[in-house]
């Protein structure tokens, strides 16, 4: 390879402020802000506030795009969610003009305040933004509410170290062939998390991931993954997944890869070690979800860095009365040992595992 051909390969795909845009022909695009916060007594919430969009298929005829939304108060052991379905997708879900106001917004129009997401710029900066999601739980019915006000601190999260990855070569355009993917992990976050009749003032460091492009190859089949997301207390930051399409077993380690935030500099590490390990649960659906993950990471910057990954709350499955759940997705905690040191360092962290 030439060296002006390598340095393309591998420079950052990702321009900031005018990527957080969304992007025209995108077959998939989605906002996802998820992470924990805490009321001024230390009692912990995990939240989720996903809002995707995507272009019909061979197999979907049509555009469409849903809502994800989910609250978890940690002292209390509940669990808050509902996941909305849009189709078709609305034509103006997003902002695609980088001279406008920044917006993201779905809600279903024959019930307009179930499963809402609200998403805008704060002062016109779209790296600063206000998000706001309505919902009912699909199971309790209770009436829940999430507004925050989140502003970016230093450099994003490059996923693969340049944003982007090789997904479907058989696309015509970039947009079809690559999968761009990076993370907000530096959200300073303060606002309220309503549950039922009780509103509670909350803050903390929270992560988005803005992903867009092809997310599949040309078939269009969705691949099985679990993700560890952990943000550390000595501001180490990484995002780790499995292989697509292996199936966790208990104590059997799993090929995986990582990318870190380490002094603002995104670094790949292609081959890591993803361990699941008990407890577990299963699903209606069969499907066995583990609680807690070994990750192991053996690199110049972080020498043989050990993280265990664990769950907060057992049920974070994601379902709709009628429906099979097919995805966990939950607020995590993080130890992490490096090299033969006995100190911990403790953290935030998140758990997902895609798996119907």
Known sequence: ????????????????????????????????????????????????????????????????????????????????????PIVPRPGAWAQYDPKSDWYVKLFDSSDPSNGNVNMKAIDKNPMN?????????????????????????????????????????????????YNYYYSFTHLKASGTITIGTEKIAVTGL??????????????????LWTLQDVQL????????????????????????????????????VEHTKTTPMAPFIKSAKGITYFLKYKVEIDC???????????SLFPDQIFKDPGTDPDVYEGVASCNAQFGATTIVVTGDAWLEQSLG
């Open 1 to 84: 390879m030439k060296v002006e051909e390598e340095k393309l390969v591998n420079a950052p795909a990702i321009t900031l402020p005018l990527d957080q845009f969304g992007h025209v022909g995108a077959p998939t695009e989605w906002w996802w802000h998820i992470g924990s916060l805490y009321a001024s007594d230390g009692r912990q919430f995990g939240f989720e506030v996903n809002a995707t969009g995507m272009m019909k298929t061979d197999k979907i005829p049509v555009d469409y795009a849903f809502t994800q939304i989910q609250i978890t108060d940690v002292k209390n052991q509940k669990n808050y969610q509902k996941v909305t």
């Open 129 to 177: 933004m206000a998000v706001v999601a309505t919902f009912i739980d699909a199971v309790t019915k209770t009436a829940c509410k999430i507004e925050l006000q989140l502003y970016q601190q230093g450099a994003p999260l490059l996923v693969w170290g340049t944003g982007q990855k090789m997904v479907n070569p058989k696309g015509k355009t970039p947009i079809e062939q």
């Open 206 to 223: 929270t992560w988005m991931d803005h992903e867009y492009g092809a997310f599949t190859d040309s078939s269009g089949a969705s691949p």
């Open 233 to 268: 207390t000595d501001d180490i930051h990484l995002s780790n997944y499995t292989a697509p399409g292996v199936i966790p077993k208990e104590n059997v380690p799993m090929d995986s890869s990582a990318t870190l935030l380490i002094k603002g500099k995104s670094i790949f």
């Open 300 to 310: 110049p910057e972080l020498r043989k860095a050990s993280f265990i990954v664990t």
